[in-house]
């Protein structure tokens, strides 16, 4: 089938020869894809891998898969296709995917070294994002969205009512991601928060705090372009570059008690948004950390959390019940479909997704947010 | 009157010349102290003071006190006046004190320049231990209870059942401060936790951690004097010089899962401890810092906190609440008091409390807990 696949590193391209998937297992689900987002993880998995992906020449360490793969996590689609013990969904619905793999899905892979192994101690506890054989589908384990089909066991599978269009559908995974972490941070509806940076991760932690009631959203950033997409969101921005080394009191001050935010959430992840994320926060504020950072520590005073019984956390991943609660939210309007629609700046067949797509995101990385892809199954581009 | 008192940066001496303390609010109580035990912080407060002491010359910047000032904030005692409003105790009354000045007690000094201002949001909010204004009795602020008599207003004041002796009393304050971190750490019945450091803050956190219910217990200490200690205590002791870089997977291996604490409390505030309260947890697992930090950062990796959704936060002080409850865990078993007595490895007259005291404890670290000095009102030195 058609798909945009990972080949080797540095190889990312399209591809006519990818195997169609198979329902293999009885509780899997054959989903044709309507659209998928590029995440920043596919770029990195570009120009930093392989990370998630297999090393040139080998398998998946998870899943025993072979180069080339789709790729793609953050997709929609319809289903074409259920396993006999599927009772989730039925062909025709419409769906997203969780794509994140776990020891849930270790009986979906024979050729597996862990195949059927029992379940690590966080999938027991119910914290599948932080399970030992964590893994994504797109990003290594089994084939992904910038494809014509994909195959996942019904445990990934969320049902999307009809009046949630499936290229808004797309964005409930990178929603689920910050949905997840607002969750994480223990956040209080009425609370004020900071948000530091207003790229893709950024933007969709904005629609999530306003989806979930915070009394006041400010956004720091210094982009223009990006700036400006936080304005259209209807929040606050600051820029911190027009400030200096007064920016934390500005911000400070920018709350109703004039002594800091109650949540704050660092979505770019360099020293001075990991520093002014605990300063900026009134006492016993939380700090919460969705950025993914390289091995480089930073410098950290204990006393900034100590003297004022501030908390630090940081959130990885989503589990299921995080996309059932973002579906919930698009479909009452917690998450304003307009918000969502502001999101995709760009939709393109995965024929194009190398060029119009992955490069366009690497040139042009501000005046983008989310580019979906298509496969055009059901004429997506018209 | 008699006292142990702070004449100026280095000179800490006993002197007959500190006033008498006399009732000046109507909601105020006059203590004959019993006992009362030198902290770390009145060490500190001479090796590299003045920290919460005025300056030479200058008046405290809460309470516009003058020095000479007794020293010592870790006291119990019997109450022998009260003002006309007071209600929550009466004279021969044993009682501890909450030595955490706050907006509170602003009431109590009119030559302060915040007398009678309005209170901060954090005692608002019920976190007087974070309040702008903190400060602490016998560290500057007021008078201590290294001398005969020692007034403070009756919102600091815990009465304590005569059942529990006034030697053990005198350890409710340095028990509150580690009773405030556990419940600050969100500490659940039935955990397992890792102690950095078997010092006088660990091994009071040891005996909050046995009174809470925690299911199992490791202290990691590195001298041999306080492994001794913590193993009479009843607590698994591991000692990391013994096993270098492996120390943090040996550690990890020790509970139940393999995988690490459900908590961890620095005692120690170094470099390595900090790495190890973190690394050592399960994933959820939190990190809280009990230890006093010079300026100097640590290096800190953001993803050590987050691949594992990991906390990390710190406690300072403690309210009246905390006192109230560790009265309530000696006085029903909860924290042993046989325990409680393993800590007193000193009793001394204030007359001696230099030379006997804060010189025996800079001098003998590792072989002392606590020493308590008494101005022998009562014949508390028979
Ligand atoms: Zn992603
Ligand atoms: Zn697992
Ligand atoms: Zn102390
Ligand atoms: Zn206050």
Redesign the interface.
């Known amino acids: 089938m058609r798909a945009l696949a990972y080949f080797k590193k540095g190889d990312i391209h399209f591809t006519n020869d990818i195997p169609r998937p198979e329902i293999q297992t009885d509780d899997e689900v054959i989903i044709d894809v309507s659209w998928c987002g590029i995440c920043g993880s596919d770029l990195h998995e570009y120009l930093d891998g392989p990370i998630f992906m297999p090393k040139d020449g080998e398998c998946h360490k998870l899943s025993n898969a072979a180069l080339p793969l789709a790729m793609g996590h953050e997709m929609s689609g319809i289903v074409s296709k259920v396993g006999p013990k599927v009772t989730k969904v039925k062909v025709g619905d419409h769906v997203v995917v969780d794509a994140a793999s776990s020891c849930a899905d270790l009986h979906c892979w024979p050729h597996s070294k862990f195949y059927n192994s029992k379940p690590c101690?966080?999938c027991q506890r119910g914290?599948e994002?932080?399970c030992t054989h964590a893994g994504f589908v797109g990003l290594g384990v089994i084939s992904g969205g910038f494809a014509e089909q994909v195959v996942v066991s019904q445990h990934h599978i969320i049902p999307v009512p009809k009046e949630i269009p499936l290229d808004v559908a797309a964005l409930i995974e990178p929603l689920s991601v910050t949905w997840h972490a607002v969750k994480?941070s223990g956040f209080k509806k009425g609370s004020s928060v900071l948000v530091l940076g207003a790229g893709p991760i950024g933007l969709c932690t904005i629609l999530v705090l306003k989806g979930m009631g915070a009394s006041k959203i400010v956004v720091s950033e210094v982009a223009e372009r990006r700036i400006e997409m936080a304005k259209k969101l209807g929040v606050e921005v600051f820029n911190p570059s027009k400030h200096g080394h007064k920016s934390i009191e500005i911000l400070r001050g920018l709350t109703k008690?004039h002594?800091g935010f109650d949540y704050s959430y660092?979505c770019s992840?360099i020293q001075v948004t990991?520093e002014t994320s605990l300063k900026a926060l009134?006492?016993?504020g939380t700090a919460t950390?969705i950025?993914?950072?390289g091995?480089k520590?930073?410098?950290?005073?204990?006393?900034d959390?100590?003297?004022?019984?501030?908390?630090?956390?940081?959130?990885?991943g989503y589990v299921v019940e995080d996309f059932e609660e973002v579906v919930r939210a698009i479909h009452n309007g917690d998450i304003a479909m307009e918000d969502c629609k502001q999101l995709i700046t760009g939709k393109q067949r995965i024929e194009d997704g190398w060029e119009k797509g992955f490069q366009e995101l690497m040139d042009h990385k501000e005046s983008n947010v989310k580019i979906l892809l298509t496969p055009n199954n059901h004429g997506e581009m018209k």
Request: no cysteine; aromatic share 10%; net charge negative.
């Open positions: 101690d966080a914290s994002n932080l994480i008690s002594d660092d992840g990991f009134t006492f016993r950390n950025a993914v950072w091995p520590p930073v410098p950290f005073q204990p006393m959390v100590t003297l004022q019984e501030k908390v630090m956390t940081g959130s990885i």
